[in-house]
């Protein structure tokens, strides 16, 4: 039984540009959270998503933006990347959003 | 707003000491508690999760954490940490009026062996 994935693994991006990373959830779980780590800190609720609609929002900007899929995979997008946006970014799945599994993360550097 | 207070950022203790790392989280209405593990170069595990009943939750390798509701704090504990336990964690609430985990800071543990 495969955990939650994520893709790409490492990423650098400049300054302005535009990403997208992807999850894919554990199998059986219909929900699926983004949380941002910055280095030396705790993660930060970015968004959740449930039946392909965002359910809640932390306090990021419109930048942040995300989708889900008919078969529960999900995207984040940030546009217009800023240097502060440079973090590990983490997926979790959830069942009817109970307990979290996260995945591995994808490392996100802005230069 | 909930928020979660982590007091250690960083514990050293040599092996079969005992842990304890404190957690102390501010909401008034009821929570779902978490301890998760992030050892060196893996992703979040959970360690163990307090929903509701007996307030002293047994999780993974040794681990316990208490729930003392009237002082808003779940602390973690281990009679004797091995080296193997160096790692990051983390606590964390969820509310069941939200579906969003708030983490604490993290507190780096180092064992020495």
């Known amino acids: 039984d495969a955990g939650v994935t994520q893709s790409p693994t490492h990423l650098i991006k400049t300054r302005g540009q535009q990403v997208t990373l992807r999850c894919s959830p554990k199998s059986g779980h219909d929900t699926v959270s983004w949380y941002q780590q910055a280095l030396g800190q705790g993660p930060q609720f970015i968004f959740q998503?449930?039946?392909?609609?965002?359910?809640q929002r932390g306090n990021f900007p419109d930048r942040f933006s995300g989708h889900q899929f008919p078969n529960y995979s999900s995207e984040l997008n940030v546009n217009a990347l800023l240097l502060g946006d440079s973090a590990l970014y983490l997926c979790a799945s959830s069942l009817e959003g109970r307990w979290q599994y996260f995945g591995p993360g994808t490392r996100l550097t802005v230069t | 707003a909930q928020s979660v207070s982590q007091h250690n950022h960083h514990v050293i203790l040599s092996e079969a000491a005992s842990l304890e790392l404190g957690c102390n989280y501010s909401?008034?209405?009821?929570?779902?508690l978490f301890w998760y593990v992030q050892y060196p170069g893996q992703h979040l595990q959970l360690l163990l999760k307090y929903f509701s009943g007996d307030p002293l939750v047994k999780g993974i390798k040794g681990f316990e954490a208490e729930f003392i509701k009237s002082k808003f704090s779940f602390n973690l504990r281990k009679p004797s940490v091995q080296w193997s336990d160096t790692a990051e964690y983390f606590c964390?609430?969820?509310?069941?009026?939200?579906?969003?985990?708030?983490f604490g800071g993290g507190t780096r543990l180092m064992v020495k062996p």
């Open positions: 964390a609430v969820h509310n069941n009026a939200g579906n969003m985990l708030t």
């Open positions: 998503y449930y039946e392909e609609e965002e359910r």
């Open positions: 909401y008034g209405g009821t929570v779902n």
